[in-house]
């Protein structure tokens, strides 16, 4: 499924129909360059479950909870992650495996860990449609 967005309140506004809509357990992959609205996404995400807490990028932590929420929100950032040991350390299998929800930016670098039945959300910019347009792509491979 492809989403074009014109501003960053649509944005934000689709990804909390989609926090809206999330039940336990869904993991969400989130990838696209610096500045194409990752963070606004999270946000938008984090207000969809309900969470009143401000949603920043987990800049010093990979993980970062919230629990105010309809469900626990759990955002991650594997930017860092140099080797998949890492996340062994974080328990990262309590928290994809759990009853809350994931959104794992830069997903990418930890590929092989990331579950099957995971929802991949890729933000993209194209200079051709204007300065605020975005497309975002929503793909469910494992099913
Ligand atoms: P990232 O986390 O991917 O680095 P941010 O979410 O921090 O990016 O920043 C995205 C920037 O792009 C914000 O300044 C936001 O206002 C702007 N922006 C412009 N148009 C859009 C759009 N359609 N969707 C999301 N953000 C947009
Ligand atoms: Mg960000």
């Known amino acids: 499924m492809i989403v074009e967005t014109h501003s960053p309140e649509e944005t934000r506004s689709f990804a909390r129909g989609l926090g ?5 357990g869904t993991i969400y992959t989130l990838d696209g360059d610096l500045g194409t609205g990752k963070t606004v996404f999270a946000q938008g995400l984090a207000e ?4 009143t807490e401000a949603v920043s990028s ?6 970062q909870e919230y629990d105010g929420g309809r ?4 955002h991650f950032d ?3 992650i140099e080797e998949p040991e890492e996340m062994e ?6 928290y994809f495996y759990g009853d809350g929800v994931c959104l794992i930016e830069w997903a990418e670098l930890i ?3 990331i579950p099957d039945n995971a929802i ?5 910019k194209d200079p051709e449609k204007g300065f605020d347009y975005r497309r975002i792509t929503i793909e469910n491979t494992g099913h």
């Open 111 to 113: 590929r092989d860990i």
């Open 120 to 124: 991949h959300v890729t933000i993209e």
């Open 20 to 24: 809206e809509k999330a039940v336990p």
């Open 48 to 51: 969809g479950l309900g969470i």
């Open 58 to 63: 987990p800049t010093f932590t990979i993980v």
């Open 89 to 94: 350390e974080v328990g990262y299998d309590d």
């Open 71 to 74: 469900l626990p929100f759990y």
């Open 78 to 80: 594997v930017y860092r």
